[in-house]
């Protein structure tokens, strides 16, 4: 399953370097689910690796102003126009990578889709879980970053900076062969609210240390 994040607008950690290959390993757990791990120590706040989506898709009322490739917002005073479909391209390169899904995004005739599906969301929520927050910009695939499980309290944290483009951080210290979790959903929550989106977003019920001490 991939997992679907909606982007922030806007992130403020900075990339920290990378030397050599990212430290992580993607391997069963004990409940034979996969996970990620850690194949040497890390340091709280080390960059494990980046990712770019697989697919990206800007929030529809948002087609003027996000890069319809890579959600990269477009900047004030920019002139660069949109395509013939209306969208917004921040370059070239971000043209010429959408353009077979823009072409066929294009063509089809949604009406028929709608009669099952309301909307391009329901399209991606059938495959994919999500995350809700206020200022996304749209919707992104990922393939690694999709093979990392939940945790409420979370040991790695994902950054997005000015695209879709994702960096994965230690949000502390972490040990050899440790498993590398992040968490879905807005860690603030209360264990109960937690535990419903979780169920009804994700169809699990977390396990953690966190939730099982009531926290
Ligand atoms: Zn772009
Ligand atoms: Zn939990």
Redesign the pocket.
Same mark, same amino acid.
């Given at each position: 399953m991939f997992l679907r994040r909606r982007l922030l607008s806007t992130a403020s950690a900075a990339a920290g370097a990378i030397r050599g290959p990212p430290p992580i390993r993607v391997a069963l757990t004990e409940s034979s689910s996969r996970g990620v791990f850690a194949t040497r120590p890390v340091a709280s706040g080390e960059h494990l690796h980046s990712a770019e989506p697989l697919l990206a898709h800007p929030s529809p009322s948002l087609h003027h102003e996000v890069c319809y490739s890579c959600l990269r917002r477009k900047a004030a005073g920019e002139e660069r126009g949109s395509s013939g479909g209306g969208c917004y391209f921040c370059s070239d390169a971000c043209k010429e990578h959408a353009k077979g899904f823009h072409d066929v995004g294009l063509s089809v005739d949604w009406s028929l889709f709608d009669d099952h599906c309301s909307s391009y969301e329901d399209l991606l929520s059938a495959a994919a879980a999500s995350v809700s927050c206020d200022a996304s910009v749209g919707n992104a695939l990922y393939m690694l970053p999709s093979f990392y499980n939940? &945790?409420? &309290?979370p040991n790695t944290h994902i950054v997005w900076l000015e695209n879709a483009n994702m960096k994965l951080k230690a949000l502390r210290d972490i040990e050899e062969g440790e498993e590398l979790r992040i968490c879905y959903i807005d860690t603030s929550m209360d264990?109960h609210a937690?535990?419903k989106i979780?169920a009804d977003g994700f169809g699990f019920e977390?396990? !953690?240390?966190? !939730?099982?001490s009531g926290d």
């Open positions: 939940h &945790d409420c &309290d264990v937690r535990q979780l977390c396990r !953690c240390l966190r !939730c099982l």
